[in-house]
């Protein structure tokens, strides 16, 4: 008889040690989806999560005043009207915006802001309650996507 209750409360154990990690991944998972604001994203990027083929990439082209200097062109083109010529979130599209466009100096002073995180983002985009930021993965190549990337560093 006794063992048979050993065997009982092993199995409640597990049951319970099942129940609480289904609620933990449930509860990070959602912490995942959208409308989490840019410190969810630091956090899945911290946490080494940047998921899909991004994760742990790094830049693949050196800091030439080439790259730079395309980087900075296309930052104007296509990011200045949101996140402002000096990367501070300001740009004429960014009033009234929710959530409001990052500010890019203050996110890249972040050492968890990595390239794979950045390279992601401009990738994919970031769907937030009001729209957001749209993904550039299908309007720029890899190539110009890093360039970015190098350039946002410099900002
Ligand atoms: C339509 C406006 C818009 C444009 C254009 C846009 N963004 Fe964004 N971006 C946003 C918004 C809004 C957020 C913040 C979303 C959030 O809080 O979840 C954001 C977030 C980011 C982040 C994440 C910062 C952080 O703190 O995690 C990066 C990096 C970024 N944008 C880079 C770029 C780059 C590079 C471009 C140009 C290729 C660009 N964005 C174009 C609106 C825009």
């Known amino acids: ?11 409640l154990g597990i049951t319970m040690l099942v129940i609480v990690t289904a609620l933990l991944l449930f509860a990070c998972g959602r912490g995942h989806m959208g409308g989490m604001g840019p410190m969810g994203g630091h956090r899945m990027g911290m ?11 790094r ?62 983002v401009i990738s994919e985009g970031r769907q ?3 729209g957001g930021m749209p993904g550039f993965g299908s309007v720029l190549d890899e190539t110009a996507r890093w360039q970015l990337v190098g350039y946002l560093r410099r900002l």
């Not at 946490?47 to 990439?57: L, N």
């Open 1 to 11: 008889m006794r063992e048979r209750q050993r065997l009982y409360l092993w199995l």
């Open 47 to 57: 946490m080494g999560g940047v998921p899909g083929d991004y994760g742990g990439r």
């Open 59 to 120: 830049s693949p082209l050196p800091p030439t005043a080439e790259n730079l200097r395309t980087g900075s062109v296309l930052y104007r083109s296509h990011c200045a009207v949101c996140h402002g010529e000096q990367g501070r979130g300001d740009g004429p599209a960014a009033a009234g915006m929710n959530p409001r466009p990052a500010d890019l100096r203050r996110a890249l002073s972040m050492p968890m802001v990595r390239d794979d995180y950045l390279f992601r």
């Open 128 to 130: 937030g309650n009001g």
